[in-house]
């Protein structure tokens, strides 16, 4: 039992230092955060599960991918509206460019934007419940633009609980 | 220890008789294998990581989606070629449609082939090591569809393992 315990405190002292160290690495909160919202790009969503692809016109002319947390699958999964607290959805985007090796095809190029909804509805409730983070490069955009998410998404998709993507069957 | 060995065997039964079920749900082994390969739809592929989105022009018309099994997303991340025996990569396609609420966006329609891919060196020594499946409401299309599978991956794509999907970063 002694040596759970010692082996337990070990794991927890290595896990704080990586932490710290992640943390350095990444840089602080404030410079990670969306303006009005504080949103992060959330730690490991590339693995997350895909909700489904879209494709955006000129003049952005991306390829893109939603995927969503647990939460997100099972509320989708269930057809549960509105989206619980704790739902975070992700759009990946991709520059749009013809495949050198298929003539129909074309395929993802350089990123461009990663896009991050999150369900908090106690902490956002000036905006559907949703605080909204818009990056690139790892980075926010202005505030400028975060003040145009939700106007947006109010407008169109009020009735999906202020989300566009649906499950692709 | 007795306890133990009992919930084992109830529980192994139990497993056995929901995979008989399952297997008369879904009919037998030889109506859904692909013609030549033998090759399957893989169970639970929906929840596998996204490895990129892709569109195709008309006549197909189609948003995709390339998902991959644990072994294939490992090998992407490491740059592994040729993909190691057990990589599965499935390529989900639907109809591309115009959003009907945002102009300059276009998403998934109705769902139309699921297209598999299986690398077994021992069991597909004449096709690169891979065996193909094209499936349309789950059941495999004809032979001579599967006859095109691997001349066309040959042609274009032999330098990367005959696998068009790269990763999107």
């Given at each position: 039992?002694?040596?759970?315990?010692?082996?337990?405190?070990?794991?927890?002292?290595?896990?704080?230092?990586?932490?710290?160290?992640?943390?350095?690495?990444?840089?602080?909160?404030?410079?990670?955060?969306?303006?009005?919202?504080g949103?992060?790009?959330?730690?490991?969503?590339?693995?997350?599960?895909?909700?489904?692809?879209?494709q955006?016109?000129?003049?952005?002319?991306?390829?893109?991918?939603?995927?969503?947390?647990?939460?997100?699958?099972?509320?989708?999964?269930?057809?549960?509206?509105?989206?619980?607290?704790?739902?975070i959805?992700?759009?990946?985007?991709?520059?749009?460019?013809?495949?050198?090796?298929?003539?129909?095809?074309?395929?993802?190029?350089?990123?461009?934007?990663v896009?991050?909804?999150?369900?908090?509805?106690?902490?956002y409730?000036?905006?559907?419940?949703?605080?909204?983070g818009r990056?690139i490069?790892?980075?926010?955009v202005?505030?400028?633009?975060?003040?145009?998410?939700?106007?947006?998404?109010?407008?169109r998709?009020?009735?999906?609980?202020?989300v566009f993507?649906?499950?692709?069957?």
């Amino acid at each position: 039992m002694r040596s759970i315990r010692v082996a337990l405190f070990a794991a927890t002292l290595a896990s704080s230092a990586l932490a710290a160290v992640s943390l350095a690495a990444e840089g602080t909160d404030a410079e990670n955060a969306s303006p009005i919202y504080g949103v992060t790009i959330p730690e490991g969503y590339r693995q997350w599960e895909l909700i489904g692809p879209a494709q955006e016109a000129e003049p952005l002319n991306e390829l893109r991918a939603v995927l969503g947390n647990p939460t997100a699958i099972k509320a989708y999964q269930s057809g549960t509206l509105p989206f619980p607290d704790g739902t975070i959805l992700v759009k990946l985007a991709w520059k749009h460019v013809q495949s050198t090796e298929f003539e129909p095809a074309s395929v993802p190029g350089a990123a461009t934007t990663v896009q991050v909804m999150v369900k908090d509805s106690k902490r956002y409730p000036d905006s559907g419940g949703w605080g909204f983070g818009r990056f690139i490069n790892g980075k926010p955009v202005d505030e400028a633009q975060h003040q145009t998410c939700f106007a947006c998404h109010e407008a169109r998709v009020k009735g999906h609980d202020f989300v566009f993507t649906r499950w692709a069957p």
